[in-house]
């Protein structure tokens, strides 16, 4: 692919800026740009959007045809403010926003833009000259023979052009006809004064981006990759196009919206500080500094991208959310424990494991049905052998309070009898071949067609599939899976679609590639909203993703391999999705493919309880691995990695909750907590989950310690389960048994937990609450709690939600409101309150209600770890209260 592009090196950008063009509105400046060579011109757009986000768009002048622009992605046309062009003169063109806090600096000749923010340069355009835009053609055989073009029609030249792949394009025995030609767009990005990056999911690599001088570039184009290796810089799946940079006291952000396939080639040096500097002794002291270069390339459609300029972390995720949406609230049940494996073969296998987990006391919520539930792989039917009565096994799984997750492909196997299939072709609602027939390719089904998803159309009707009466035997405790929709084709050219499949108003399966599994997700989410009358939450795993997924719900990172390597990589794996706004996520616990030696497993589900999305699933070919199955002591410490789980899903839930309407990753990087500390940008090995529980995974095979490192000297540790505090700082060796992976609580925070696990979420309702305060150096600390029903979207609709604060200040734990718009009556209490860090015994503590109710409080101090107890509180969760302790 991007080999055209790769001929084009850093130097003198051939392009600049038609001065006279320059034209300001209310929404943005406009001028054109034109090429020294070929004289293209290209049309420029620049506007500043609300929160600190600036918009750079460069579309063809006057184009043959329209190029691709990515629909559906924003969540709305984002408001812009006015710029000002505060100076214009000779070549350079200077606007600010408003607030005058950044400054836009367009060079003209070469063309180039320059981000400054209070006269600090932070991000640079078109540097080294590497904007590229193949403008569109039309095909040789259509262009007149002149003299020139027959001169340099030389057979050389030919096999040239051919080999650079403009009109077509050769990968093993697959062609793939470029209707429309070259159409591939790149531009550079300085990002000066960093050397850290992160970002662009999804890869099998490490947290820090790497430098891609001397090796393959980052790929993100969605695909099927069974078996992936580590340390790989192909596209798996899933990609969101954003790249975050960070230093100690900045964060930026460069958001590349275009969904077909793209490369990112990160460069990162030190250079000398841009000073006016005066004389040659001081030229020599000049610090070095570093820069970053980062160069996308795409195969198609415009550029446009978004620059967010931060200045910190949260900051970014916001205005990402702003322009993508935020993660969907997940119901609660799908916080739980999920038991999967391909296969659960029938109705007895589904009932036999559901009762293994109670006959082992291990809570779960949701079980799961592979492929081989369906009737032929015909996806909405049910094999009728091995499960006669689908409805029935529902019924029974909900009576004991848990759910059904069953898989939804992308492809319909051809087969004209099949309700389906003969809808759709009637319907015209497949995507097309090149010819203008319906592709199609072998999957699962063998034959298959693939639903064209880009087609609001078509996601409408595949919405309305599940339907309870549509879907048979469906009921609302069944949720869905989306799985191969890369879109996975057996035998096609990288097992994915070829590029030049047609879609929805004529547009080539290159240009939309990335969205195809967005699109899916984003349909079977409407589809299940839909069928509740809009009344309940969705739950939709897919496996394929784009930016702005996080909106219809979860995702997970493919089939991983049962290695202690895979479980290591994970780590930044989710990280990194997290980064890119799709908190949901999580890998398949065990490792999908091969078996797990029992530690292995053991580690991995001590790792998934801290892990947003939960859920064991194996392979065919693997053995059963349900978690009783490895002996009493294994199954032991499973269930215990599981009953934590449970036991922390009201601070997960909260969580989730501040990831829903304030965008806040669920789970992070350390850096992302502590900015200013060098030592976090690049852990990949722990992690925070929310602001307060630091969370460090055991990846290795029988180790007797692992090294901890405890971010920030200002900061206070405790162990989470014994409550002691840490004595040291820093990086410390912690020594850890197979019984459970360090895990620690920061002081200065209040974690809600339950005083107990039930068999699955909703047993939990009427289980008390217990709070975790864990006290920072001025003996303070505060915490969340968010409670709703757990399934509707009542919190939304009616604001039947509580949203309620712990704050512990001068001895005093008080509750209060946080959103007092909302109201959920629950008639669960606060139950006992554990206090860590306390400094002295306590002589007597009382509690008191806001209607003026006193009394005593029953107390343990435990001087070893200065933990103090209180119980049998039942103090209320929906009204203000205060304990004080003397
Ligand atoms: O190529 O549906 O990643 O989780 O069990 C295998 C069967 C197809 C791939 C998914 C995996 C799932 C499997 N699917």
Redesign the pocket.
């Known amino acids: 692919l991007h080999r055209r592009q790769k001929l084009l090196h850093p130097g003198k950008s051939l392009y600049r800026v038609l001065l006279d063009s320059v034209t300001l509105s209310d929404e943005n400046v406009k001028f054109q740009i034109i090429h020294e060579e070929n004289k293209v011109l290209l049309q420029v757009e620049i506007c500043e959007i609300e929160g600190n986000i600036f918009r750079l768009k460069i579309d063809e002048a006057s184009p043959l045809r329209a190029r691709y622009k990515v629909p559906d992605v924003l969540i709305k046309e984002p408001t812009t403010q006015k710029l000002f062009i505060s100076h214009k003169e000779a070549g350079i063109l200077v606007s600010s926003s408003v607030n005058e806090d950044y400054k836009l600096q367009v060079t003209a000749n070469p063309f180039q833009v320059e981000l400054q923010s209070k006269g600090e340069t932070v991000m640079s355009m078109n540097c080294n000259g590497l904007l590229y835009f193949e403008h569109l053609q039309p095909p040789p055989s259509d262009r007149k023979p002149t003299a020139q073009n027959e001169e340099t029609a030389s057979d050389s030249s030919k096999e040239k052009l051919e080999d650079l792949g403009l009109w077509q394009e050769k990968f093993g025995s697959f062609l793939d006809i470029k209707a429309h030609g070259p159409t591939s767009v790149g531009m550079d990005f300085s990002l000066h004064g960093y050397d850290h990056v992160y970002g662009i999911p999804q890869h099998t690599e490490t947290l820090l981006l790497k430098n891609t001088s001397d090796g393959d570039a980052y790929r993100l184009y969605n695909l ?1 990759i ?1 078996g992936h290796k580590i340390h790989e810089k192909i596209g798996i799946y899933g990609s969101v196009p954003l790249l975050l940079a960070h230093k100690p006291n900045r964060t930026s952000g460069i958001f590349w919206l275009n969904s077909s396939e793209t490369l990112v080639d990160i460069n990162t040096k030190a250079v000398a500080e841009h000073t006016p500097s005066r004389s040659a002794a001081e030229t020599a002291k000049q610090r070095a500094v570093p820069l970053t270069d980062v160069r996308w390339m795409s195969e198609s459609g415009i550029i446009d991208v978004f620059l967010l300029m931060g200045p910190t972390a949260f900051d970014i995720f916001k205005q990402f959310a702003q322009l993508t949406g935020t993660q969907a609230l997940p119901p609660l049940f799908s916080l739980g424990y999920h038991q ?1 494996r ?1 296969n659960y073969e029938d109705e007895q296998d589904v009932k036999a494991v559901d009762a293994g987990f109670d006959a082992h006391d291990i809570p779960y919520d949701v079980i799961w049905l ?2 081989e539930h369906t009737d032929g792989k015909r996806y909405f039917t049910w094999d009728k052998q091995k499960f006669q009565n689908p409805r029935k096994m529902q019924e029974h799984l909900r009576k004991k309070k848990r759910k059904l997750v069953v ?1 939804v ?1 992308p492809h319909i196997k051809v087969d004209p009898s099949y309700t389906l299939y003969s809808q759709a072709k009637d319907k015209g609602y497949f995507v097309k071949d090149r010819n203008g027939k319906d592709f199609e390719g072998i999957c ?1 089904p063998g034959s298959s067609c693939y639903l064209d998803f880009t087609n609001p159309e078509v996601r409408k009707w595949y919405a309305d599939q599940f339907a309870f009466k549509t879907y048979k035997a469906s009921t609302n405790i069944l949720f869905v899976w989306n ?2 929709n890369e879109p ?1 084709v057996f035998k096609g050219a990288e097992l994915t679609m070829q590029k030049d499949a047609v879609h929805y108003s004529n547009w080539e399966h290159r240009e939309v590639h990335n969205l195809y599994g967005f699109y899916q997700q984003m349909a079977t989410a409407e589809g299940l909203i839909r069928r509740s009358s809009g009344k309940e939450r969705p739950f939709v795993l897919t ?1 394929s993703f784009f930016a702005g997924s996080q909106k219809y719900g979860a995702v997970w990172t ?2 991983n391999t049962a290695e202690w390597s895979y479980l290591k990589i994970s780590i930044p794996m989710l990280l990194t999705i997290n980064m890119a706004g799709i908190s949901f996520c999580g890998a ?1 616990v065990g490792g ?1 493919i091969g078996d797990p030696e029992p530690e292995l497993l053991v580690r991995w589900y001590q790792a998934g309880a801290y892990q947003p999305f939960f859920r064991g ?1 194996s ?2 070919e693997s053995k059963r691995r349900e978690p009783w199955l490895f002996g009493e002591k294994n199954t032991q410490i499973i269930r215990k990695a599981i009953r934590e789980r449970y036991v922390l899903l009201p601070y997960l839930y909260t969580l989730f909750y501040r990831a829903h309407t304030a965008a806040e990753p669920v789970m992070r990087s350390l850096w992302i907590e502590f900015p200013g500390k060098m030592e976090t940008f690049g852990v990949e090995n722990e992690y925070m989950l929310g602001n307060a529980l630091l969370v460090h995974p055991v990846t290795e095979k029988e180790v007797k310690t692992v090294t901890v490192l405890f971010p920030g000297s200002e900061e206070i540790w405790y162990d989470f389960r014994k409550f002691k505090r840490m004595e040291d700082a820093g990086t410390v060796k912690i020594p850890v048994t197979l019984e459970n992976i360090p895990v620690f609580q920061r002081g200065g925070t209040v974690i809600p937990l339950k005083t107990r696990a039930g068999k699955s979420t909703e047993w939990m309702i009427d289980i008390s609450y217990e709070l975790h305060v864990a006290l920072d150096a001025e003996a303070c600390a505060t915490g969340e709690l968010y409670v709703d029903d757990g399934h509707s979207f009542q919190y939304l609709h009616k604001k039947q939600f509580l949203y309620r604060k712990f704050t512990f200040h001068k001895n005093i734990l008080s509750s209060s409101y946080v959103d007092e718009s909302g109201q959920y009556h629950t008639t669960c209490a606060v139950e006992r309150v554990i206090v860590l860090g306390f400094g002295k015994q306590p002589t007597f503590v009382i509690a008191s209600s806001k209607d003026g109710k006193k009394k005593e409080v029953v107390f343990t101090y435990d001087t070893k770890t200065s933990a103090m107890t209180l119980e049998n509180l039942a103090l209320s969760v929906d009204a203000d209260w205060e304990i004080c302790i003397s």
């Open positions: 099927d069974f999967c391909w592979d492929i898989i492909d699962w799985d191969m996975s496996r493919g089939d398949d999908f699933h392979n065919m």
